[in-house]
């Protein structure tokens, strides 16, 4: 009789501690999906901010910005030139 107590005692000790598993695999695995949605949403959005930078900096967009600006960016670059020559001659 002593021993049917005792099986009956580990047996509900056994299935308690299943239970509390259980439990900690369900929300172990709520949390790793809350996880995966936001993992989605934020691909997406570098997704989205990746394209937008590429048609930013597409030479045709950077030209017409410079138009925009008023920036005369090939004199610059003549005058930069000219520069770096005057450093060469001068050593």
Known sequence: MRKLIFLILF????AICLVHIR???????YEIHQ??????????RLWDQQVKLA???APR????????????????????S??????VRSD
């Open 61 to 80: 967009e950077v030209r017409l910005r410079a138009e925009e600006m008023l920036l005369d960016l090939t004199s610059k670059r003549s005058d930069m």
């Open 11 to 14: 047996l509900t000790a056994i």
């Open 23 to 29: 439990q900690g695999q369900s929300s172990v695995r």
């Open 55 to 57: 048609q930013l900096t």
């Open 82 to 87: 000219g520069l770096a020559a005057s450093d």
């Open 35 to 44: 996880l995966r949605s936001k993992q989605i949403k934020l691909r997406r």
